[in-house]
């Protein structure tokens, strides 16, 4: 919602002249942040399997990302937690926690599949690269294995 407002103010201001589109293409830029993440799951796994990405903290890092996650599973949910790297901290790296969310099932909803998900976080890179802990909650059966993505993306 904070996004959307943000967009409507910058358009507004465009179209007065306050500030000029080439800084607008700045400020939304929603630049992807490497490649799209495999997320692997196999069949048999028991609940709470974790599947750790690590993605490389950009050139120049900004202060909202989008993580988007596709979740194909119509058995189980997703719980992803959101770490930054900490290089040296007390003597050693340290995996700082910033926050989880989780990601539903795959489902139809009145005739629409909902199946991924958008997560806005502030900061994700402000001590080094990100830490995302993919796990599933539920126990996969013998022909439940599956494969989700996750994608970041630069906000503003």
């Given at each position: 919602m904070a996004t959307y407002r943000l967009e409507q103010l910058l358009i507004q201001a465009i179209a007065t002249g306050a500030i000029n589109t080439q800084l607008i293409g700045r400020l939304l830029r929603?630049?992807?942040?490497?490649a799209d993440q495999d997320i692997i799951f196999a069949n048999n796994d028991a609940a709470n399997t974790q599947v750790v990405l690590t993605i490389t903290q950009p050139t120049s890092p900004v202060d909202e990302y989008d993580i988007s996650v596709y979740n194909p599973s119509t058995v189980t949910d997703l719980t992803c937690k959101v770490f930054t790297?900490?290089?040296?901290?007390?003597?050693?790296?340290r995996d700082a926690y910033l926050t989880a969310f989780s990601v539903s099932r795959?489902?139809?909803?009145?005739?629409t599949t909902i199946n991924t998900y958008i997560r806005q976080i502030h900061g994700i890179f402000n001590g080094g690269n990100l830490k995302l802990v993919v796990s599933n909650d539920t126990v996969?059966?013998?022909?439940?294995?599956?494969?989700?993505?996750a994608r970041i993306r630069e906000l503003v």
């Open positions: 929603k630049t992807q942040v490497g790297v900490e290089a040296t901290l007390g003597g050693a790296t795959s489902q139809v909803v009145t005739g996969l059966g013998a022909a439940e294995g599956f494969t989700a993505t």
